[in-house]
T-cell receptor
Framework: LAKTTQPISMDSYEGQEVNITCSHN???????ITWYQQFPSQGPRFIIQ???TKVTNEVASLFIPADRKSSTLSLPRVSLSDTAVYYC?????????????FGTGTRLLVSP | EAGVAQSPRYKIIEKRQSVAFWCNPI?????LYWYQQILGQGPKLLIQ????????DSQLPKDRFSAERLKGVDSTLKIQPAKLEDSAVYLC????????????FGPGTRLTVT
């Protein structure tokens, strides 16, 4: 199971772009990178997943360099409602991400 | 599409008392998970069901925690007797497939043990 390292917290202002980087130096060939978002008083929510290069959906973009030892979740033009904890998970789709082992995540605070 | 339902949302009990939580997964989801989330930490898997069978309960404190999923739909998680360190949010999640990376979580039950 690849270990992930994320910043404990980040601060931003409304309208800014936020980039949260996750380090996973021991990522295996078959591993995918998945990000979850958790708002206060709610359960986590899947937001994006990728294997290499760039993935974009309506919520975020995920950038993965060629060596795949890190990944960056990009949130464009954040609003107050993006204040949440963001979790980076790495695992093999075929083995179910080791049952989704969550770390402590990155706590993002968006201010007006 | 209705999400994962959990009840109650909040519960306060004294140590050594018992408590039960209920979960109704998304319709058609065969896999159901119970997680424990202590304040400031990420969720930790307690038990996973595939239909009404247990797939993984390796992190469930079986001396005090029990869970069941009758008829492969709703599930209950019970703690008896509760300890102070059981204070946490208990999250239920479900997924279409076993060991899915995309799981759908309920709002959780916040348990306070005094």
């Amino acid at each position: 199971l690849a270990k992930t390292t994320q910043p404990i917290s980040m601060d931003s202002y409304e309208g800014q772009e936020v980039n949260i980087t996750c380090s996973h130096n021991n990522i295996a060939t078959n591993d995918y990178i998945t990000w979850y978002q958790q708002f206060p008083s709610q359960g986590p929510r899947f937001i994006i997943q990728g294997y290499k290069t760039k993935v974009t959906n309506e919520v975020a973009s995920l950038f993965i360099p060629a060596d795949r030892k890190s990944s960056t979740l990009s949130l464009p033009r954040v609003s107050l409602s993006d204040t949440a904890v963001y979790y980076c998970l790495v695992g093999d789709l075929n083995t179910g991400f080791q049952k989704l082992v969550f770390g402590t995540g990155t706590r993002l605070l968006v201010s007006p | 599409e209705a999400g994962v339902a959990q009840s109650p949302r909040y519960k306060i009990i004294e140590k050594r008392q018992s408590v039960a939580f209920w979960c109704n997964p998304i319709s058609g989801h065969a896999t159901l998970y119970w997680y424990q989330q202590i304040l400031g930490q990420g969720p930790k898997l307690l038990i996973q069901f595939q239909n009404n069978g247990v797939v993984d309960d390796s992190q469930l404190p079986k001396d005090r925690f029990s869970a069941e999923r009758l008829k492969g739909v709703d599930s209950t998680l019970k703690i008896q007797p509760a300890k102070l360190e059981d204070s946490a949010v208990y999250l239920c999640a479900s997924s279409l497939f076993r060991d899915a990376y995309e799981q759908y979580f309920g709002p959780g039950t916040r348990l306070t043990v005094t």
